[in-house]
């Protein structure tokens, strides 16, 4: 079982920035895909980062791209979402979750272990 508890939530401005971390424990983290996901009051959960168990491979949405930077430390079993200019839309939970396969993803399906997620809150 993998537990995943993330922290770097908080209240910021519109154009300001924040980073999430996200550290695991138990399982083979450093052989996992790893995710950021959020979700917002009465919308749908949307995956805005993946990354392989390398780091090699990175994907973003459409929504992010440009603005948030994923990425990993096997060494220390936690991953990271740099968020910079945060827009208000970016207002939501954002959840950490582990694949138990290696290769990143974008379906939200595909993760198999979620963290109890942390709200990001932008103000206009």
Known sequence: QVQLVESGGGLVQ????LRLACVASGGSFGSYAMGWIRQAPGKERECVAGISWSGG???YADS???????SRDNAKNTVYLQMNSLKPEDTAAYYCAADRNPWATMLVREYDWWGQGTQVTVSS
Do not use: L, N, Y
């Not at 519109?14 to 920035?17: D, E, K, R, V």
């Not at 992010?64 to 994923?70: D, L, M, Q, S």
């Open 14 to 17: 519109a154009g300001g920035s």
């Open 57 to 59: 491979t990175i994907e």
């Open 64 to 70: 992010v791209k440009g603005r948030f930077i994923i």
